[in-house]
């Protein structure tokens, strides 16, 4: 094993950009800032693979789906690869058709997206999912079943369904202790 610093000249482009594209932005009903969630994925993905751009695309994650960001300014910045990371993570929205109406379809298409993803593509995913579901087993610990209320869908059966799917769809991870930790989470939150 070489001595040599790791080269991550690509990962902390991606979390300046990451930073930035999130600026001012608060995580929903956390009260800290946005970037903490998207740091979070990279810790996760980081225990599975020190691949950098693995690691960007978890940096870069939400930034297509909840920011102005674009997909071609993210694979004109970090690559195709990286960008094709990217857009197998984000949610596809309708226009005209409001988050709550289009909840269950999303959420149904992500899952089988995930599904048939790549590895790589699901390493990412699982840093996304983790994340999520340790802030979710956090506030529900403290709060209980009033955590649905900070969410679009507030009905708990409904984010069952989703987190069970998800949990299947990432189960080529199970090998790694993260997809082993997000479906202890998934079990604690929903039984």
């Keep these: 094993m070489s001595n040599a610093p790791a080269d ?3 990962l902390d482009k991606a979390i300046r950009f990451a930073t930035e594209a999130h600026s001012g932005t ?14 979070e994925a990279v810790a996760i993905v980081a225990s599975i693979s020190p691949d950098q751009e693995l690691l960007a695309a978890a940096a870069l994650h939400d930034t297509v789906e909840d ?22 993570e984000s949610d596809t929205f309708v226009e005209g058709v ?10 149904k298409a992500a899952i089988d997206r ?12 699982l840093g996304d999912k983790l994340s999520n579901a340790r802030a979710i087993y956090r ?9 649905w209320d900070i969410f679009h869908i507030k009905d708990k059966a409904s ?32 039984s």
């Design 26 to 39: 608060e995580r929903r009903g956390k009260g800290y800032p946005y970037i903490v969630h998207p740091l």
């Design 8 to 10: 991550t000249t690509l």
């Design 67 to 88: 920011t102005d960001i674009t997909l071609e300014l993210i694979r004109k910045e970090f690559g195709d690869r990286v960008a094709s990371l990217v857009e197998e």
């Design 139 to 147: 506030d529900w610990m403290t709060i209980g079943d009033k955590i």
């Design 114 to 125: 995930i599904a048939a993803a790549s590895r790589d593509a699901k390493i990412v995913a």
């Design 159 to 190: 984010h069952k369904w989703h987190y069970e799917g998800l949990v299947e769809s990432l189960s080529e991870l199970s090998d790694t202790f993260a997809f082993q930790e997000f479906a202890w989470l998934v079990k604690k939150i929903f």
């Design 98 to 107: 409001s988050e709550e109406d289009s909840w269950h379809d999303r959420k």
